[in-house]
């Protein structure tokens, strides 16, 4: 009979291991950009246009699917870059290097958003098409000629000063306005600036979905179809 000699196993050094380490962590540095660049992505709120809905400093996870995939509906939280004007200047703070290099880390794989001051956060009232009014005898904004009733804005219409527009939503864009209406910047306050308050569809990152931090806020982001349902599709 033939006798198996033993196998004699390699000593793995620690280069070895940090080598498996080095791919690990490339792997999933790469599966991150993916996601980042074409599923969802983070931000976090800066201001307060979206109380009580959002607060500020909540973060919260965006799907980028829409609106290039998936239809945006009217209710729809969402991120949008500034149209032009929407915004103040507002100059990028120095950093430290090392504080900087795990801000673009974090930036790079989805987990932050360096740039969320150049965002804005608002909930989608009319889609293109749409004839949007405001105010009816009730401070009612319509949609179509239906008026909606807003559960999620932050204060009761009647507390809401009445800021008066009509306007039909062009092609390609869309109407837009906080839940907290007494401070938000939205469509009805940008009717000034070159985009005369319509956000291109171009501009939109994404639907917000999720608030992810703190812990205890969080919670899925509905578009409250029933405020909606009752409007019909433009003529």
Not at 19 to 29: C, P, S, T
Request: charged share 20%.
């Amino acid at each position: 009979m033939s006798r198996r000699l033993p196998v004699r196993r390699r000593r793995r050094g620690g280069w070895y291991f940090f080598r498996d380490l080095l791919v690990i962590f490339l792997i999933a540095l790469l599966a991150s950009v993916l996601i980042k660049t074409f599923l969802v992505r983070s931000f976090y709120i800066p201001s307060g246009s979206m109380e009580n809905t959002l607060l500020i400093k909540d973060r919260i996870l965006v799907n980028e699917l829409e609106p290039s995939l998936i239809p945006i509906q009217r209710g729809d939280v969402i991120v949008f870059t500034d149209p032009g004007g929407w915004l103040p200047a507002r100059p990028s703070p120095a950093q430290p290097p090392v504080v900087a290099a795990v801000a673009w880390l974090l930036d790079l794989t989805g987990l932050a958003a360096s740039d969320s001051n150049n965002h804005l956060v608002k909930r989608v009232i009319g889609l293109p098409g749409d004839h949007v009014t405001c105010c009816n005898p009730l401070g009612q904004t319509s949609v179509n000629d239906v008026p909606l009733n807003e559960p999620y804005t932050h204060d009761p219409v009647d507390q809401t000063p009445a800021i008066p527009f009509d306007v039909t939503v062009p092609p390609g864009t869309i109407w837009v306005e906080g839940d907290n209406r007494n401070n938000s910047k939205d469509s009805r306050l940008n009717q000034d600036t070159p985009s005369r308050g319509f956000v291109p569809l171009g501009n939109v990152d994404g639907r917000a979905i999720i608030v992810t931090f703190p812990i205890d806020q969080w919670t899925l982001l509905s578009n409250y179809p029933e405020t909606f349902k009752a409007v019909p599709d433009p003529k």
